[in-house]
């Protein structure tokens, strides 16, 4: 079984501090996925990595950034985190096929 | 652009009484179509993977099918334990980036005993 672990289910923060969002897949994919949910918006991306050290922008960019150190590992910056960034943040894999494979969300309450 | 179009929006349903979910798409040429379930305040849990027109996946009481336009997710008899909101998604072939899915807004499913 495909299992992508986040590092928070849960996460508050105050507007202006940095944050750092983590996850972690076990199944040796190439690619990942951040996303952001939100009631009405649905799932948007904001960054994908196909690769150790290469990133690609999404829909939503702005105010994160990403870093792919490991290829088990991705992690969602937020420089400066606004309370315009709370939301519900999902972290997926994907192998060689096409489906992605999504962790269990860290709600983020900026504050 | 890739498009996907989940309808309804939410969806009672009695214990027992059997009904579909509808996926309506527009792509440039498909790669596949996914369902998954979501949830509350979890992830969204994969659940079909659909690549071509008149394919069908079952999974207990859930099956979906496709066409050149949409895909349906039947729920035959449905019990209280597979309410969730249920999203669709598509891969297309120009979908910005090959490694893109495009997410319909799901459907809110409630099954009361």
């Known amino acids: 079984d495909v299992k992508v672990t986040q590092s928070s289910r849960y996460l508050v923060k105050r507007t202006g501090e940095k944050v750092f969002l983590e996850c972690v897949q076990d199944m040796d994919h190439e690619n990942m996925f951040?996303?952001?949910q939100d009631p009405g918006l649905g799932?948007?991306?904001?960054y994908f990595s196909y690769d150790v050290k290469m990133k690609e922008k999404g829909d939503i960019p702005e105010g994160y950034s990403v870093s792919r150190?490991?290829?088990?590992?991705?992690?969602?910056i937020l420089e400066s985190a606004?309370?315009?960034q709370t939301s519900m943040y999902l972290c997926a894999s994907r192998g060689t096929v096409y489906e992605q494979y999504f962790g269990p969300g860290t709600r983020l309450t900026v504050t | 652009e890739d498009q996907v179009t989940q309808s309804p929006e939410a969806l009672r349903l009695q214990e027992g009484e059997s009904s579909s979910l509808n996926c309506?798409?527009?792509v440039s040429g498909l790669r596949g179509l996914f369902w998954y379930r979501q949830d509350p305040g979890k992830g969204p849990e994969f659940l079909f993977t659909l690549y071509s027109a008149g394919e069908e996946k079952e999974k207990e009481r859930l099956k979906a099918t496709l066409t050149k336009k949409e895909s349906f997710l039947h729920i035959t008899a449905p019990k209280p334990e597979d309410s969730a909101t249920y999203l669709?998604?598509?891969q297309g072939i120009s979908s910005g980036s090959a490694r893109q899915l495009t997410f319909g807004s799901g459907t809110q499913l409630t099954v009361l005993p």
């Open chain 2, 88 to 90: 669709c998604a598509v």
């Open chain 1, 43 to 46: 799932l948007r991306l904001i």
């Open chain 1, 69 to 76: 150190e490991k290829k088990e590992r991705f992690s969602l």
């Open chain 1, 82 to 84: 606004s309370t315009n």
């Open chain 2, 24 to 26: 309506s798409y527009t």
């Open chain 1, 34 to 36: 951040w996303y952001r």
